[in-house]
């Protein structure tokens, strides 16, 4: 798939999507592609290794959520082929059933008003001036140096444990056959789900309280943006996530 003509495209500018699994990433992430029209979009999901290789936790569980169960190396790898060439990575296929994307975006869209979804467009298009915007979304994007560093913009979906249970639990489509919908259970999310989470986020929050303050230095030094507030409505934090890709797109084009 072509997304531009190498010779005469410029890099696109990349907004990076990260944060607890069941935080709203993909959420955001379909609002975003409404008003964007992105060059790219790639996630990390469709990077997941496959279901036998999944490490497995010491208590037998398979863990779909830990750093390890993607594929990093061919992730970055195809951010950096799309973003050189204009091309998705050769072979690459996303595993993603195209009709439950189309209900994803159509129940984001639902949440937000068309008169803001608009503002918000217009907005972005005056900020951009013309120059491609990309996006990468994924769990645990910014414990990989590399990725920080690909990323214009890095947002991270910071969320309470109760609010991203309540998602995990009641997302329509979730399941998977072959997996027998393990990774919908509660045992699932306590010890893989929120686990991995702590674990590898907790640096960025100040004594390494993920439901606690984000380390605004360390943040601000790494250029992450937090949402404001642990939970803010789909409509507050697209909102939030707009204007923060247009202050950036402002500072680079200035």
């Given at each position: 798939?072509s997304?531009?003509?190498?010779?005469?495209?410029?890099?696109?500018?990349?907004?990076?999507?990260?944060?607890?699994?069941?935080?709203?990433?993909?959420?955001?992430?379909?609002?975003?592609?409404?008003?964007l029209?992105?060059?790219?979009?790639?996630?990390?999901?469709?990077?997941?290794?496959?279901?036998?290789?999944?490490?497995?936790?010491?208590?037998?569980?398979?863990?779909?959520?830990?750093?390890?169960?993607?594929?990093?190396?061919?992730?970055?790898?195809?951010?950096?082929?799309?973003?050189?060439?204009?091309?998705?990575?050769?072979?690459?296929?996303?595993?993603?059933?195209?009709?439950?994307?189309?209900?994803?975006?159509?129940?984001?869209?639902?949440?937000?008003s068309?008169?803001?979804?608009?503002?918000?467009?217009?907005?972005?298009?005056?900020?951009?001036?013309?120059?491609?915007?990309?996006?990468?979304e994924?769990?645990?994007?910014?414990?990989?140096?590399?990725?920080?560093?690909?990323?214009?913009?890095?947002?991270?979906?910071?969320?309470?444990?109760?609010?991203?249970?309540?998602?995990?639990?009641?997302?329509?489509?979730?399941?998977?056959?072959?997996?027998?919908?393990?990774?919908?259970?509660?045992?699932?999310?306590?010890?893989?789900?929120?686990?991995?989470?702590?674990?590898?986020?907790?640096?960025?929050?100040?004594?390494?309280?993920v439901?606690?303050?984000?380390?605004?230095?360390?943040?601000?030094?790494?250029?992450?943006?937090?949402?404001?507030?642990?939970?803010?409505?789909?409509?507050?934090t697209?909102?939030?996530?707009?204007?923060?890709?247009?202050?950036?797109?402002?500072?680079?084009?200035?």
């Amino acid at each position: 798939m072509s997304l531009a003509t190498p010779s005469a495209r410029a890099p696109p500018f990349i907004v990076a999507l990260s944060g607890c699994a069941s935080a709203g990433k993909s959420t955001t992430m379909r609002l975003l592609q409404t008003v964007l029209a992105p060059a790219f979009t790639l996630q990390q999901d469709d990077f997941n290794k496959d279901f036998a290789a999944l490490p497995v936790r010491p208590n037998g569980l398979l863990d779909a959520d830990a750093v390890d169960s993607t594929d990093i190396p061919r992730f970055k790898s195809a951010v950096l082929h799309a973003t050189r060439t204009g091309e998705m990575l050769p072979g690459f296929a996303s595993w993603q059933d195209p009709e439950q994307v189309a209900l994803e975006r159509a129940i984001a869209v639902g949440r937000v008003s068309d008169r803001k979804r608009q503002a918000a467009k217009a907005a972005l298009d005056a900020a951009r001036r013309g120059r491609e915007v990309a996006i990468i979304e994924g769990w645990l994007l910014y414990q990989d140096e590399e990725i920080r560093r690909m990323a214009d913009v890095k947002l991270f979906l910071r969320t309470s444990k109760a609010a991203a249970k309540y998602r995990r639990m009641t997302r329509p489509g979730y399941g998977d056959p072959e997996t027998k919908d393990f990774w919908r259970t509660e045992e699932y999310f306590e010890e893989c789900v929120w686990e991995n989470y702590v674990e590898n986020s907790k640096g960025w929050f100040v004594g390494g309280d993920v439901e606690g303050e984000p380390d605004e230095e360390l943040c601000k030094r790494e250029g992450l943006a937090m949402r404001p507030s642990l939970d803010m409505s789909v409509e507050e934090t697209f909102e939030w996530a707009v204007e923060v890709i247009c202050e950036a797109l402002g500072a680079r084009a200035g």
